[in-house]
């Protein structure tokens, strides 16, 4: 305020009152809801891409058959790479991922 000069302040003012009868058309909860919703709507979609291996593992469990070791090991083997997928990804986005993982030697281990 004391820094602007008679003009802008005067200009200042009328936004002011603008605003102030602008406000009254829409409710102050109508806005805050919408602001929340949006929130809550970003951080579902963080939360929705982080890569989960459950789906995966439900597909693979349920389309690769046999029961003998060979089935076993194919279907072991195909988790194995979508979990490496997802942690190769998670390092890539994640500080302490690439920290408990440096190399890929640790990843081996």
């Avoid at 003009?7 to 009152?17: G, I, N, S, T, Y």
């Avoid at 979609?45 to 593992?57: C, E, H, K, W, Y």
């Avoid at 194995?80 to 994640?94: I, N, Q, W």
Wanted: with cysteine.
């Amino acid at each position: 305020r004391f820094l602007l000069s008679e003009e802008q302040r005067r200009l200042f003012e009328k936004l002011v009152l603008y605003c102030d009868k602008s406000a009254e058309l829409i409710p102050v909860s109508f806005v805050l809801g919408f602001y929340v919703a949006l929130v809550l709507e970003r951080w579902w979609g963080q939360f929705r891409t982080v890569p989960a291996p459950d789906g995966l593992m439900v597909a693979v469990g349920s389309s690769v058959r046999g029961s003998d070791a060979r089935g076993r090991l194919l279907r072991r083997t195909l988790l194995r790479y979508g979990s490496l997928a997802a942690l190769l990804v998670l390092r890539a986005v994640s500080t302490p991922v690439y920290k408990r993982f440096p190399t890929t030697d640790h990843l081996v281990q």
